[in-house]
């Protein structure tokens, strides 16, 4: 996580003029995700004022009692802080004012006897973090170093103009964790230049004793010396922020520095130093033989103001490797830098302490060593290399704009690139990581979407996915209220001779049977399902609803599957408001079945297919029966059981259904758009031969296609005479678009045009 003021970025960048919420939508864009933005949002009638006079308050000795101006007027102010003094630049709440920090509205108040009209307010109760005991004093810092005006609002201060950008950082970029690291990816970004001091490079070295050329350590070392040292009021907030203020001003200043620049600087007493590397690899400083510090690993303990101080890098892989491998003792925050990736650039932080160091009447710092073992990575790589790799076109000259945007150094012949990474891209080692930087800027927005190319073959199990299909249906049947019930193969050839059922040619019958009730194969699974049933009511029983899923055979032996539902006698047993139940009807049965198996049609059974096949009228109600049919296709019967085997078998009165397995099978889901329009109804009453159905009457308005005509739903049938039928209809008519009433009965004269033509229909 980086916390970012953006008044900081002006040490690197000219900032003037950027939006804020651009700037977080632009830097959460190539990768440097903006979490959270912190206004400061201080509170309103909050000014900088000065402190004239104080004196001791009569009444009360922790008390004081200030000449405040507020810059157009002198106010009398009443404060309990032991800091106050005279000449002070203070935050001044004057009347009217709300504090959300403490919920406290400034009003005048008589204190001990002594009126007050303000209060001088502490940076707690400005919600800011605390710094000190007492009241916030302020300086020209957080003003940008313009001098302070009397009477400004504190908010409109520069420091307080700004916003706190909390950036979460991938672990591969600790070269972000500072706000030089950060305003590299902005300059970059923007086109913006990047303002960064002059490094120059001294010619002595510090004294070393390692046991070859280290390509992972970079060392600077200067003298320090002050006799006193007293931070701006900007610094400290700024690490007040980040919870880092520690109690020695020299340590927050070198804190502050490293936030800056992201290099790491500590102070030592100012005494002959020596860099050993030991056994294990780690590089530790020495003064008289006693060890200071594990460099990245253990920084030296505080120290005085004369101090001799150490900018320091050590590559975070080989940082990493030796904190895992040997477990050293170690400072957790700064491993946690170390081990990402600290500020490559040495020299470049004790340059930019150089430069704060007069805005704090503090000496001049002297760079005194330096040494550096670390050398350039360089990689190559063809221009078609990275654009295989993204997918997209691009051109040698993008690549290599972006790229030295970023501070890499390229060469390009032709579509060859040699490109030497920046020693503070610790994170580039390969192609593919030269091609994720130019994503960032080119947006992955940009790259084409294409089908992946699949060589895996298919692990589709049909067989699988036909008993999961199954296993749904049975899941439904048991949901509304059937029971399943399993019978033998097997059945007694007389009863499927009574029910009019087929049997097995004598040739492929069994000629060794168990006995002689199950002396055949079967050819239906309703026999079984109606000897259940009678068996059931035996136990005494009044509602029985079962289904069976198995195998019958044909005349042929040939075996297939087959579904069978009955539902006898009643639907639900007594209860309020109907005290005798509820009994079965076609409808509810219908219904239910068609929860089960999905949605199909009815069509009427001809006499001339009741005779083909005698079952159809001696297990199915002749008058209550008909196909079911899915898909044009005719695939099990419905209907009541008759009313003479009801009598004959002692069976409940109920319905019964069969389908053929096989015509039943999972179909995908379809996603299609709807009307958002409300639905408009007609409906018609036509006069039709009594031998036409309505199911033929479906059919023929909806291949007709007519405009917006969505359904047709049957109302009621009644005879009109001897020949002819009246039935009701409803047309459920539904457009994307709204329809006016003319259209509407465009759609209705459409149909009757399609019914009078086809079925010689008439409206009655």
């Given at each position: ?23 977080c ?24 004022a ?29 404060c ?9 630049f ?10 959300p920090a ?85 300059s ?6 990047l ?27 200067a ?5 006193s ?11 007040a922020s ?32 020596e860099?050993k ?7 530790k400083a ?53 081990t ?18 007069p805005?704090?009447?503090?000496p001049?710092l002297?760079?005194e060593?330096?040494y ?13 290399d ?6 997209l076109e ?5 690549v ?34 030269i ?20 060589n ?7 067989h ?10 049975a ?61 059931n009511?035996?136990?005494g ?22 579904w069978?539902?009955v539902a006898?006698g ?12 509820v ?37 199915y ?45 999972p179909k ?6 709807f ?12 006069i ?15 291949q ?12 009621d ?18 457009s ?29």
């Amino acid at each position: 996580m980086m916390l970012l003021h953006t008044a900081h970025l002006a040490y690197f960048l000219d900032t003037a003029g950027l939006s804020i919420p651009t700037l977080c939508a632009d830097l959460s864009r190539i990768g440097l995700e903006v979490e959270e933005q912190h206004p400061f949002n201080l509170p309103e009638k909050v000014v900088v004022a000065k402190v004239l006079s104080k004196e001791k308050h009569p009444n009360a000795e922790k008390l004081s009692v200030c000449q405040v101006d507020d810059g157009t007027e002198v106010l009398q102010i009443v404060c309990g802080a032991k800091n106050v003094e005279a000449g002070q630049f203070v935050a001044l709440a004057l009347e009217g004012a709300h504090l959300p920090a403490c919920d406290l509205t400034i009003k005048p108040s008589t204190l001990r006897g002594v009126e007050s009209f303000g209060m001088l307010c502490s940076a707690l109760e400005l919600g800011l973090p605390k710094l000190e005991e007492g009241i916030l004093v302020l300086d020209e810092s957080i003003n940008a170093d313009k001098p302070l005006k009397l009477g400004t609002p504190l908010r409109e201060l520069a420091f307080f103009a700004g916003t706190l950008l909390d950036i979460g950082l991938t672990p591969n970029r600790g070269d972000c964790a500072s706000v030089l690291g950060v305003a590299r990816e902005i300059s970059a970004l923007y086109g913006l230049p990047l303002k960064t001091p002059s490094t120059p490079v001294p010619n002595k070295k510090p004294p070393l004793e390692l046991k070859q050329s280290q390509e992972h350590l970079a060392l600077a070392y200067a003298h320090f010396s002050a006799p006193s040292l007293h931070l701006p009021l900007e610094m400290r907030l700024s690490l007040a922020s980040q919870n880092t203020l520690s109690p020695s001003p020299l340590d927050n200043l070198l804190a502050y520095v490293t936030h800056l620049s992201g290099v790491i600087l500590h102070a030592y007493p100012d005494t002959p130093l020596e860099i050993k590397e030991d056994k294990l690899g780690f590089v530790k400083a020495y003064s008289q033989g006693v060890e200071l510090s594990n460099i990245a690993f253990n920084p030296p303990k505080s120290t005085g103001l004369n101090a001799l101080l150490e900018a320091s890098f050590l590559d975070p892989t080989y940082t990493a490797t030796r904190l895992s491998t040997h477990a050293p003792e170690h400072t957790p925050a700064l491993t946690q830098r170390t081990t990402r990736g600290s500020e490559v650039q040495v020299l470049l932080g004790l340059r930019l302490l150089q430069e704060v160091l007069p805005t704090l009447n503090a000496p001049a710092l002297e760079i005194e060593s330096f040494y550096s073992g670390l050398g350039a990575r360089c990689i190559e790589f063809h221009l078609t290399d990275i654009t295989n790799l993204l997918g997209l076109e691009l051109g040698a000259d993008q690549v290599k704009d972006i790229l030295e945007s970023l501070g890499f150094s390229v060469q390009v012949q032709g579509e060859h690139f040699s490109v030497q990474v920046p020693l503070f891209r610790h994170d580039i080692a390969q192609i593919a990581d030269i091609a994720e930087e130019v994503l960032r800027f080119v947006g992955i927005e940009n790259i084409p979407s294409v089908l992946l190319e699949l060589n895996e073959q298919t692990s589709h199990n049909p067989h699988y996915t036909r008993y999961c299909f199954e296993h749904t249906l049975a899941t439904k049947a048991l949901s509304l209220g059937f029971k399943e019930v399993v019978h033998y193969l097997f059945a007694k050839k007389e009863h499927l001779e009574q029910l009019g059922y087929p049997t097995l040619k004598d040739p492929l019958d069994l000629q060794n049977p168990i006995n002689s009730d199950l002396n055949t194969l079967r050819t239906s699974l309703i026999p079984g399902l109606l000897q259940a049933v009678a068996h059931n009511k035996n136990l005494g029983f009044k509602s029985v609803a079962l289904f069976e899923l198995g195998s019958v055979y044909n005349a042929d032996r040939l075996e297939s599957q087959q579904w069978a539902f009955v539902a006898s006698g009643l639907k639900s047993p007594p209860h309020y408001p109907h005290p005798k139940g509820v009994v079965w009807d076609f409808y509810s049965f219908a219904t239910a079945l068609s929860q089960i198996v999905g949605s199909f049609n009815l069509q009427a059974i001809s006499p001339t297919e009741q005779e083909a096949q005698p079952y159809l009228s001696t297990t199915y109600h002749p008058y209550a029966s008909a196909w079911l049919i899915v898909g044009g296709q005719k695939v099990g019967v419905i209907g009541a059981i008759n009313p003479i085997l009801v009598q004959e078998r002692d069976l409940l009165e109920g319905f019964i259904a069969e389908i053929q397995g096989n015509a039943l099978s999972p179909k995908p889901y379809k996603a299609k758009g709807f009307s958002k329009l409300p639905t408009s109804f007609r409906d018609l009453t036509l006069i039709l031969d009594k031998d036409c159905h309505f199911s033929t009457l479906q059919e023929v308005l909806m291949q007709a296609n007519i405009p917006h005509l969505q359904e047709v739903i049957a109302l009621d049938l009644y005879a009109e005479n001897a020949n002819q039928n009246a039935l009701s209809v409803r047309l459920k008519i539904q457009s994307n678009t709204a329809l006016t009433d003319h259209e509407l009965q465009e759609v209705v004269q459409q149909a009757l045009g399609v019914l009078e033509t086809r079925l010689e229909a008439k409206l009655k």
